[in-house]
């Protein structure tokens, strides 16, 4: 069936640090795969997606690209701030919206 | 704007009271789904519906049901909550089930306390 591994966390940044989350997945078909967010206290908030190879999302400085050939969807971004400490969740679409674990990342100033 | 809200945002219950939680939304999306969420885990699917039609997760417990209404509403209702059920709990919709790169739209959840 469809999965998403996701990089443990925590993850810890100074502010301004480039980030990196690590996502691959497990699927049949040609699933979408989207980042969600998490803020304290909050629902999950879209972040950015992509549906087909070679695409990448963006949002926010955030962005990801679609690698069919390493099954990958790795979140980056260039400079981290406080503002971005939330847990975020690779997620992909088949029938069903598969979650990865979630990565904490904490961004200290 | 259009959304998706729950109510309460934060719930205290007795152990074996039921308890019901609300969603609704003005998106219009065909598909409502029930999330269980504990600790920043990912979230758990618990049911969904797609129009009308229900569909339980193989390993939902029984002590979990559903209704939805009409299009706007859908409720989650815990017969007798237990210790194991404090969690936070997500309602999401989608226009469709599943592919097509279609989102699900989360609101701010419940999160529910067993006293």
């Known amino acids: 069936g469809n999965s998403v591994t996701q990089m443990e966390g925590p993850v810890t940044l100074s502010e301004e640090a480039f980030l990196t989350i690590n996502c691959t997945y497990t699927?049949?078909?040609?699933?979408?795969l989207f980042w969600y967010v998490q803020y304290p206290g909050e629902g999950l908030q879209l972040l950015l997606k992509a549906t087909k190879a070679d695409d990448k999302g963006s949002n926010k400085g955030f962005e990801a690209t679609y690698r069919k050939e390493t099954t990958s969807f790795h979140l980056e971004k260039g400079s981290v701030q406080v503002s971005d400490s939330a847990v975020y969740f690779c997620a992909l679409s088949g029938d069903d919206m598969r979650f990865g674990a979630g990565t904490r990342l904490t961004v200290k100033p | 704007d259009a959304m998706v809200i729950q109510n309460p945002r934060y719930q205290v219950t007795q152990f074996g009271k039921p308890v019901t939680l609300s969603c609704s939304q003005t998106l219009n999306h065909n598909v409502m789904y029930w999330y269980q969420q504990k600790s920043s885990q990912a979230p758990k699917l618990l049911f969904h519906?797609?129009?009308?039609?229900?569909?339980n997760e193989a390993d939902t417990p029984d002590n979990f049901q559903s209704r939805r209404p009409n299009t706007s509403f859908c409720f989650l209702d815990i017969r007798s909550p237990g210790l194991g059920d404090a969690a936070m709990y997500l309602c999401?919709?989608?226009?469709?089930?599943?592919?097509?790169?279609?989102?699900?739209?989360f609101g701010d959840g419940t999160r529910l306390s067993i006293l």
């Open positions: 999401a919709t989608s226009i469709i089930r599943g592919g097509s790169g279609q989102p699900q739209h």
């Open positions: 519906y797609y129009d009308k039609d229900f569909n």
């Open positions: 699927a049949t078909g040609y699933p979408s």
